[in-house]
Nanobody
Framework: QVQLVESGGGLVQPGGSLRLSCAAS????????MGWYRQAPGNQRELVAV???????NYADSVKGRFTISRDNVKNTVYLQMNSLKPEDTAVYYC???????????????WGQGTQVTVSS
């Protein structure tokens, strides 16, 4: 069984910074892509940023230049550095691991439990 454990959310003032972490654990052979999504009340879940095993990244237009995604393939951990935070960044942030291949031969997509990020003065 594969689990994703997120950390780093919280309350921050506008203009502040937070760093999210997500560690994948279990019988993991490889992970194709890891990313962050967010969902604000009343909204659909949306992509924030994603990074492939080779380091290619993709960002939502709303976070380009402010957020940076990075990944440690040895630790199966993905990070999201969030700078210049705005109130509209307030949401539950979910970690995603795409095409996780296990040593038992299965391949699945996994989600973390979510971590709350609140940007408010």
């Amino acid at each position: 069984q594969v689990q994703l454990v997120e950390s780093g959310g919280g309350l921050v003032q506008p203009g502040g910074s937070l760093r999210l972490s997500c560690a994948a654990s279990g019988n993991i052979f490889s992970i194709y892509a890891m990313g962050w999504y967010r969902q604000a009340p009343g909204n659909q879940r949306e992509l924030v940023a994603v990074i492939s095993s080779g380091g290619r990244t993709n960002y939502a237009d709303s976070v380009k230049g402010r957020f940076t995604i990075s990944r440690d393939n040895v630790k199966n951990t993905v990070y999201l550095q969030m700078n210049s935070l705005k109130p509209e960044d307030t949401a539950v942030y979910y970690c995603n691991a795409d095409r996780v291949r296990t040593y038992s031969g299965s391949t699945h997509n996994y989600w973390g439990q979510g971590t709350q990020v609140t940007v408010s003065s």
